[in-house]
């Protein structure tokens, strides 16, 4: 059962809607019959609306694994800075040497080493990477 939002004021009124990240929700039927505590089922509530999960235990499951993608993407975007380093100190070496920035054959290594690992987004990936390294070719 839903009840038509109404602004709040007062949080233990009753039958008035959530306030969720700054918007409104329906109140559920068991909220109305007030069978779980207000803040539990507001707290669970925005738990599954943050996930998309559709039950608490989800919903739980899905933030500890987004807590260690972000640790993740923090390793990786990491490893990027110092690859960045790396490829800077060669390309200035062999420019200073009179070379050219770019060694194309090279490239298609590391092309190669990508895409036999993660097939054809690998490709995509190793350019981007490669952008990163040494700027649009
Ligand atoms: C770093 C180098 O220079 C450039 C950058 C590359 C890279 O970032 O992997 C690869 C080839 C070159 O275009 C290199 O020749 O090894």
Redesign the pocket.
Known sequence: MVVLSERITDTNRRPGPVSVRGACRFRTGSELRGTRPRSETDMSTRHTVDTGAASDHAAELISDARERIDALDHRIIGLLAE?IT??EQ??RA?IASGGR????S??ME?INHYSGALGKPGTALAMT??EL??GR?
Request: proline share 0%; glycine share 0%.
């Open positions: 690859r790396m490829s060669i390309q062999r920035r770019v060694h194309l090279r490239e590391v990477v490669l390294c040494r070719a």
